[in-house]
């Protein structure tokens, strides 16, 4: 299994729609997992830190299953904003994260 | 609060010349990173530096050269370029923890002729 795999997509949904993502991940050590968004040619910006017993941030919802090894994310209500490339990202077990190669997310009107 | 400043923001060079790429952050981490993103690829790590006087590769480190000035500034150098090092560049800093996440700069967009 690859360090981290996502479908790259793209995922065409039209506004209002309820989307979902998942990860999934090899590193049985990982402790901390996030997920980050990245518009077209600008950098990653983080978007949600995820815990183990899920968590909510106004319309996106992560969720981690430690025993299958992924994560996840939930965008409800879905905007033309919400527009995207989302990374799944762990950490390595040192100093360093390990970034997914992204899922894209287009929102259509 | 200007967060990580990364300079140039783009550069064309000629194979075989050198660069500096200069990062700073004001957020007082401890841990700093450069990046390379190119398409398809994802975020491939360079070099990093987990703590002031401290450097260490990364995924992709040759090539390239880093120097971790002070806590505040970490440079990545190309001493001969080459096309295959032309991509978009990141520098990203973090606070000491495995559970810190990742804050970047916006880029230098870096092309080798």
């Known amino acids: 299994r690859k360090e981290v795999e996502q479908d790259p997509g793209p995922f065409n949904v039209p506004e209002g729609a309820t989307v979902a993502f998942n990860c999934t991940y090899s590193n049985s050590a990982s402790q901390s997992f996030f997920w980050y968004r990245q518009d077209c040619r600008k950098e990653p910006k983080l978007l949600m830190s995820?815990?183990?017993s899920g968590n909510e941030d106004g319309r996106f919802t992560a969720q981690l299953n430690r025993a299958s090894q992924y994560i996840s994310l939930l965008i409800r209500d879905s905007k033309l904003s919400d527009s995207a490339t989302y990374l799944c990202?762990?950490?390595?077990?040192?100093?360093?994260?390990?970034f997914g190669k992204g899922t894209m997310l287009l929102v259509s009107p | 609060n200007a967060g990580v400043t990364q300079t140039p923001k783009f550069q064309v060079l000629k194979t075989g010349q050198s660069m500096t790429l200069q990062c700073a952050q004001d957020m007082n981490h401890n841990s700093m990173y450069w990046y390379r993103q190119d398409p398809g690829m994802g975020l491939r790590l360079i070099y990093y530096?987990?703590?002031?006087?401290?450097?260490d590769k990364g995924e992709v480190p040759n090539g390239y050269n880093v120097s971790r000035l002070n806590k505040r500034e970490f440079s990545l150098r190309l001493e001969s370029a080459a096309p295959s090092q032309t991509s978009v560049y990141f520098c990203?800093?973090?606070?000491?923890?495995?559970?810190?996440?990742?804050?970047f700069g916006d880029g230098t967009r870096l092309s080798i002729l």
């Open positions: 990202v762990l950490d390595s077990g040192y100093s360093t994260l390990t």
């Open positions: 995820v815990y183990s």
């Open positions: 530096s987990a703590s002031e006087g401290t450097t």
């Open positions: 990203a800093s973090s606070g000491a923890g495995h559970n810190q996440p990742q804050h």
